[in-house]
């Protein structure tokens, strides 16, 4: 959440007024999704929240459970959990658009989808549930690896893209290659059933409805890891069994990546993605589990805490309130208040700001025991 936060910061707007620092092109690249194949900090946003969904549903049925909630209550919250969070997905997509933008690659869209699923294999034992993320990540595989390559009579301009763009796949790997795959070809049908300003063609980004599906794995990954964080009998346990993980999920990403079967792709999130951003999930749980359980340094994230513990207030004050601050700024302290190191910097000090005002708003509403919860 902090560095979907910290969007605001512009990097990228200060890299380009110094092409020459090999600094800020690094801070650029990590703030920034890659193009196509590979991997920045920034990609990993969205799997580690998709990822920790997971881990925090074994601790809220354990909840509910103490509370008495028969299975019909729970399945009744769940229902009502993903349609506000695709709901929510969609509302924050349109909030410049001139009518509702129906679109379901949203982070909280693609939660919510697959939530029903992975709220009933929380009731499953740990062999269905590898089971189920093997079912998921193959059949996904198969879809992509059936659809028809493009013809030599093909019409790039259906996809955004060109036939020589430098990020086009070869061989087989070219089955996930950028709006020329089953996913698209599946929004280019599902897009278009709502009411739109003008037909679907494309996503810009490439990105797709049936990502869904793949994020549905992370969550089970997420799902997987959290179980065993409630019953971990020693620390030493957790995190051998955490690491361990971790390596298996980067050597079968990379193997399938290397041998050209499966690249690891945020934008479709490829089965090599979900196996790759799990393990870097498991890493980074692993990471502050034994910083902060282990070791006892609450306090130095207290904060990340004041973020963490209001996450989709968080996901909604970055997502629409950055610009109304700007702008208030500009109003009440002049249209060139974030000059004062140079117009090279302005980006970066509006940026924290903006960043601060709203880590302040959710500190007010963090003492005040203001928490939203879907």
């Given at each position: 959440?902090?560095?979907m936060?910290?969007e605001v910061?512009?990097f990228?707007?200060?890299?380009e007024?110094?092409?020459?620092s090999a ?5 650029d690249?990590?703030?920034s999704?890659?193009?196509w ?11 580690s929240?998709?990822?920790?969904v997971?881990v925090?549903l ?9 509370k008495n ?7 009744l919250?769940?229902?009502r959990r ?7 997905g969609?509302?924050l997509?349109?909030?410049h658009?001139e009518?509702?933008n ?10 919510g ?5 992975l709220?009933?294999l929380?009731f ?20 992509f690896?059936?659809?028809?390559l493009?013809?030599?009579d093909?019409?790039?301009s259906?996809?955004g893209?060109t ?5 086009h796949?070869?061989g087989f ?5 950028k709006?020329?795959?089953?996913a698209?070809?599946?929004?280019r049908?599902f ?6 300003e ?8 490439g ?21 065993w964080?409630?019953s971990a009998?020693s ?11 971790a390596?298996i999920?980067?050597?079968?990403a990379?193997?399938?990546h290397?041998m050209g079967?499966?690249?690891?792709v945020?934008?479709i ?5 979900t ?7 498991f890493l ?11 070791n ?9 805490i004041?973020?963490?513990t209001?996450?989709i207030a968080?996901y909604?004050i ?8 700007r702008e ?5 302290l002049g249209?060139h208040?974030?000059?004062v ?11 924290a ?7 302040l708003?959710?500190?007010?509403m963090y ?8």
């Amino acid at each position: 959440m902090f560095l979907m936060m910290a969007e605001v910061l512009r990097f990228g707007r200060v890299a380009e007024a110094f092409p020459e620092s090999a600094f800020w092109a690094f801070m650029d690249f990590h703030q920034s999704h890659v193009e196509w194949v590979g991997c920045s900090l920034h990609d990993l946003i969205q799997p580690s929240f998709s990822f920790l969904v997971g881990v925090a549903l074994p601790y809220s049925m354990a909840s509910r459970t103490s509370k008495n909630q028969n299975v019909g209550v729970m399945w009744l919250h769940t229902i009502r959990r993903s349609l506000i969070l695709i709901l929510l997905g969609i509302f924050l997509r349109s909030m410049h658009s001139e009518q509702t933008n129906f679109t379901f690659e949203d982070t909280l869209t693609q939660i919510g989808l697959g939530y029903p699923i992975l709220f009933a294999l929380g009731f499953a034992t740990e062999k269905i549930q590898w089971a189920a993320l093997s079912a998921i990540l193959i059949s996904y595989a198969a879809l992509f690896a059936m659809y028809p390559l493009p013809g030599s009579d093909f019409d790039w301009s259906q996809t955004g893209t060109t036939a020589d763009w430098e990020h086009h796949l070869k061989g087989f790997a070219a089955h996930w290659n950028k709006n020329t795959n089953a996913a698209w070809a599946f929004d280019r049908w599902f897009m278009n059933l709502f009411p739109r300003e003008k037909p679907f063609q494309y996503n810009g980004g490439g990105y797709s409805t049936l990502s869904f599906i793949p994020t549905l794995g992370t969550m089970t990954l997420g799902l997987i890891a959290g179980k065993w964080l409630k019953s971990a009998m020693s620390p030493e346990w957790l995190l051998k069994r955490y690491a361990v993980t971790a390596a298996i999920l980067f050597v079968l990403a990379l193997l399938f990546h290397f041998m050209g079967l499966n690249p690891i792709v945020k934008r479709i999130w490829t089965p090599a993605w979900t196996l790759f951003s799990g393990g870097c999930a498991f890493l980074l749980l692993s990471a502050f589990y034994f910083i902060v359980d282990v070791n006892g340094r609450k306090s130095w994230f207290f904060w990340l805490i004041v973020i963490g513990t209001n996450s989709i207030a968080a996901y909604v004050i970055a997502d629409g309130f950055g610009s109304f601050i700007r702008e208030s700024f500009k109003i009440h302290l002049g249209q060139h208040y974030d000059a004062v190191f140079g117009e090279s910097y302005a980006p970066l000090v509006s940026g924290a700001l903006i960043l601060l005002i709203e880590w302040l708003i959710l500190h007010w509403m963090y003492k005040k025991k203001i928490f939203i919860k879907i």
